[in-house]
């Protein structure tokens, strides 16, 4: 298969799910973006729904691309963990900004993505996981550690002037994460909670 055609097709699939959603793109309309035949199109995706699978797998494994760079960085821990949150901020920002319609890409729950969506979410929870675990935080520590960071940029994928936000969030939150390598919590002491590791 032609890889650069594949990219020509999942590219005019972008410009018909921007401009009519999922439900309402037809291969008419992608072969219409592309400036060929149908039945060309039918050479390098089986459907409708094909295309919008293979777009959809597309845009998630740059983005997560973009987050195996930042965790492989030779740099301070918080520095990439801050970057792999970045990678999925950036593809929400990404497919939220560019229409009502974009956004379905993210969606769990749909039948076309869910898997994919999945499949990126673990890969980033596998990653985070690593990085605080080589920074020195116990396995289940690390582990919700990356469960608390991936539920930070869940909730500001949606809020107003999230950009600016995330990194001022993340700065403190990797902060407070990172430095429980040195503390105890210690279980429903009432206010204020952290005491020293002999």
């Given at each position: 298969?032609?890889?650069?055609?594949?990219?020509?097709?999942?590219?005019?699939?972008?410009?018909?799910?921007?401009?009519?959603?999922?439900?309402?793109?037809?291969?008419?309309?992608?072969?219409?973006?592309?400036?060929?035949?149908?039945?060309?199109?039918?050479?390098?995706?089986?459907?409708?729904?094909?295309?919008?699978?293979?777009?959809?797998?597309?845009?998630?494994?740059?983005?997560?691309?973009?987050?195996?760079?930042?965790?492989?960085?030779?740099?301070?821990?918080?520095?990439?963990i801050r970057g792999v949150l970045?990678?999925?901020?950036?593809?929400?920002?990404?497919?939220?900004?560019?229409?009502?319609?974009?956004?379905?890409?993210?969606?769990a729950k749909a039948r076309l993505?869910?898997?994919?969506?999945?499949?990126?979410?673990?890969?980033?929870?596998?990653?985070?996981?690593?990085?605080?675990?080589?920074?020195?935080?116990?396995?289940?520590?690390?582990?919700?550690?990356?469960?608390?960071?991936?539920?930070?940029?869940?909730?500001?994928?949606?809020?107003?002037?999230?950009?600016?936000?995330?990194?001022?969030?993340?700065?403190?939150?990797?902060?407070?994460?990172?430095?429980?390598?040195?503390?105890?919590?210690?279980?429903?002491?009432?206010?204020?909670?952290?005491?020293?590791?002999?």
């Amino acid at each position: 298969m032609d890889a650069d055609r594949l990219s020509e097709v999942l590219d005019a699939t972008y410009t018909c799910l921007v401009r009519h959603g999922v439900r309402r793109t037809t291969m008419d309309d992608i072969a219409s973006a592309m400036g060929v035949s149908r039945s060309a199109v039918y050479q390098y995706v089986r459907n409708k729904d094909d295309a919008f699978r293979k777009l959809a797998e597309r845009l998630h494994a740059q983005a997560l691309q973009r987050a195996r760079q930042a965790a492989a960085q030779d740099a301070p821990d918080a520095h990439r963990i801050r970057g792999v949150l970045a990678a999925k901020h950036d593809l929400a920002l990404q497919l939220i900004g560019d229409s009502p319609h974009t956004a379905e890409l993210m969606d769990a729950k749909a039948r076309l993505f869910a898997e994919t969506c999945s499949t990126f979410t673990t890969e980033l929870h596998t990653l985070l996981t690593d990085l605080f675990t080589q920074a020195g935080t116990g396995p289940a520590r690390a582990t919700e550690a990356a469960d608390i960071c991936l539920a930070l940029v869940i909730g500001l994928e949606t809020a107003p002037d999230s950009r600016r936000l995330l990194p001022r969030a993340a700065d403190a939150l990797i902060t407070g994460l990172l430095q429980q390598n040195t503390a105890t919590v210690v279980t429903d002491p009432g206010p204020g909670a952290l005491t020293a590791q002999a």
